[in-house]
């Protein structure tokens, strides 16, 4: 009779019982075929295959989820656990961060790359901590580029056009100060501003220009190189420290295995989608010479002086020194 009843509640309770996969919702806003979207994807190839049923990852691209205005506030509510938005769009959580978007600060990639593996650096990575969010790395996309309806080799060429920024009080100064208008607009919207010529123009990676079509509506990009477009990958520490031990190591593993995958694959992805635009005949490619680029470092510098207190002069000296 007893054994009857305790098979009676043991047939009762499975339901319950199992142990049901952690899950991640990963939200970004670029396209599948991006240094971003091609990690995300590894990412959650890693986890499925290191920890089959424990850990789903569900991949939301192009915006589908969240803009990345918002994701950090989903994040903080539990309705999202990872993105990487652009380092430019933290500045509500940290000023610090803000040094990746003054103007010619980082002559390439590489540089970047030395300042995010940094002393420095890594301590920026813990930055968003107190506002509850936990950078788990950083990944390239790349340096960005102006895309115009106008062809523009001079700063003063730039005057009176509007061009799309993110969120970013950085760079809203760097279009001021070429006294160009900065609106600052959600990624998903940049292809129809745009296509109906609500705007002049935008900058960004060649990646991104790329994959959006937004080559296909501005007949010239100017190589100005003038700054980065990088991530942090970030989840939040609610999420992040209620999972078992064992389970946060492999996944931080598995993440650390995806940035780097991401990050090998980023440069050549900027080659050779600059090369397709180059292809595609649509749009004019102008390569500064050195005298020319020289002109808009003397006109955007001055920005960096504004945000000196904010972002720390110690952290911008830092930043100077990954160029050597
Ligand atoms: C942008 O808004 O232009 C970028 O931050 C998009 C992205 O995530 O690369």
Request: proline content about 4%.
């Given at each position: 009779?007893?054994?009857?009843?305790l098979?009676t509640?043991a047939?009762?309770?499975?339901?319950?019982?199992?142990?049901?996969?952690?899950?991640?919702?990963?939200?970004?806003?670029v396209?599948e075929?991006t240094p971003?979207?091609?990690?995300?994807?590894?990412f959650?190839?890693?986890?499925?295959?290191?920890m089959?049923?424990k850990?789903?990852?569900?991949v939301?691209?192009?915006?589908?989820l969240?803009?990345?205005?918002?994701?950090?506030?989903?994040?903080?509510l539990?309705?999202v656990?990872?993105?990487?938005?652009?380092?430019?769009?933290?500045?509500?959580?940290?000023k610090k961060l803000?040094?990746?978007?003054l103007?010619?600060?980082?002559?390439?990639?590489d540089a970047?790359?030395?300042?995010?593996?940094?002393?420095?650096?890594?301590?920026?990575?813990?930055s968003?901590?107190?506002?509850?969010?936990?950078?788990l790395?950083?990944l390239?996309?790349?340096?960005?580029?102006l895309?115009?309806?106008?062809?523009?080799v001079?700063?003063?060429?730039?005057a009176?056009?509007?061009?799309?920024?993110?969120?970013?009080?950085v760079?809203?100064?760097?279009?001021?100060q070429?006294?160009?208008?900065?609106?600052?607009?959600p990624?998903s919207e940049v292809?129809?501003?745009?296509?109906t010529?609500?705007i002049d123009g935008?900058?960004?990676?060649w990646?991104?220009t790329?994959?959006?079509?937004?080559y296909?509506?501005q007949?010239y990009i100017?190589?100005?190189?003038?700054?980065?477009?990088?991530?942090?990958?970030?989840?939040?520490?609610?999420?992040w420290?209620?999972?078992?031990?064992?389970?946060?190591?492999?996944?931080?593993?598995?993440?650390?295995?995806?940035?780097?995958?991401?990050n090998?694959?980023?440069k050549?992805?900027?080659?050779?989608?600059r090369?397709l635009?180059?292809?595609?005949?649509?749009?004019?490619?102008?390569?500064?010479?050195?005298?020319?680029?020289?002109a808009?470092?003397?006109a955007?510098?001055?920005?960096w002086?504004?945000?000196?207190?904010?972002?720390?002069k110690?952290?911008?000296?830092?930043?100077?020194?990954?160029?050597?």
């Amino acid at each position: 009779m007893i054994a009857s009843l305790l098979l009676t509640a043991a047939a009762l309770t499975p339901v319950t019982s199992i142990a049901r996969p952690v899950e991640i919702k990963f939200s970004h806003v670029v396209a599948e075929n991006t240094p971003k979207g091609l990690m995300a994807e590894k990412f959650k190839e890693l986890v499925e295959e290191r920890m089959p049923g424990k850990v789903k990852v569900s991949v939301y691209p192009n915006s589908q989820l969240f803009n990345d205005n918002k994701v950090l506030e989903a994040m903080l509510l539990g309705d999202v656990q990872m993105a990487a938005p652009s380092l430019s769009k933290f500045q509500s959580f940290t000023k610090k961060l803000q040094v990746f978007d003054l103007p010619f600060l980082f002559k390439d990639i590489d540089a970047v790359d030395r300042f995010q593996q940094s002393e420095t650096g890594q301590e920026l990575l813990g930055s968003l901590k107190k506002r509850g969010l936990v950078g788990l790395g950083y990944l390239h996309n790349g340096m960005k580029q102006l895309s115009s309806n106008e062809k523009i080799v001079t700063p003063d060429q730039i005057a009176g056009k509007k061009f799309r920024i993110m969120t970013s009080d950085v760079l809203q100064a760097q279009f001021e100060q070429v006294d160009a208008i900065p609106l600052k607009k959600p990624f998903s919207e940049v292809f129809t501003l745009l296509q109906t010529r609500a705007i002049d123009g935008q900058e960004n990676t060649w990646s991104n220009t790329y994959s959006k079509k937004f080559y296909e509506v501005q007949p010239y990009i100017t190589a100005s190189n003038h700054g980065v477009l990088d991530y942090m990958v970030v989840t939040s520490a609610e999420f992040w420290m209620t999972l078992p031990d064992d389970l946060r190591t492999e996944i931080k593993r598995a993440m650390d295995d995806a940035i780097a995958y991401g990050n090998a694959i980023s440069k050549k992805k900027a080659d050779e989608d600059r090369q397709l635009i180059a292809e595609s005949g649509v749009t004019e490619i102008i390569d500064l010479t050195d005298a020319q680029r020289q002109a808009w470092v003397a006109a955007m510098k001055p920005v960096w002086k504004k945000f000196e207190r904010q972002v720390g002069k110690d952290v911008i000296q830092a930043a100077e020194a990954s160029n050597e």
